[in-house]
């Protein structure tokens, strides 16, 4: 069963950066799977963030994040990371990381889909202040 740990979040102040972690359990060095990370403000829906494909790490981002964050993977420990910079206070959110065995080829847009995923982590607040 995999299981996921986020860790990293806090609060920071507009222009800030914050590393977000992921710790994966259940998958080997060689599992093929697709991870993401999501966020959800108060009284929005969860939306895709970034996503990563574990062979090869071709990456998804969402258009409010591009050139901001990036997203990545360490095979040899199995956990993802989300780097962000420049934040502004719309990146306030709690962020969730997420993963799901490839079963097959996820499109840019599927994988940015939290419909997608199998497995959540518990979350973790991001907190920008203007």
């Known amino acids: 069963r995999v299981q996921l740990v986020e860790s990293g979040g806090g609060s920071v102040q507009a222009g800030g950066s914050l590393r977000l972690s992921c710790s994966a359990s259940?998958?080997?060095?060689?599992?093929?799977?697709?991870m993401g990370w999501f966020r959800q403000a108060p009284g929005k829906e969860r939306e895709g963030v970034a996503s990563?494909?574990?062979?090869?790490?071709?990456?998804s981002y969402a258009d409010s994040v591009k050139g901001r964050f990036t997203i990545s993977l360490d095979k040899a420990t199995n956990t993802l990371y989300l780097q962000m910079n420049s934040l502004r206070p719309e990146d306030t959110a709690m962020y969730y990381c997420?993963?799901?065995?490839?079963?097959?080829?996820?499109?840019?847009?599927?994988?940015?889909?939290?419909?997608?995923?199998?497995?959540w982590g518990q979350g973790t607040q991001v907190t920008v202040s203007s």
């Open positions: 997420a993963a799901v065995d490839y079963t097959g080829y996820y499109a840019w847009y599927d994988r940015l889909r939290a419909q997608k995923y199998s497995y």
């Open positions: 259940g998958y080997s060095r060689d599992s093929k799977y697709y």
């Open positions: 990563i494909y574990s062979i090869g790490a071709s990456t």
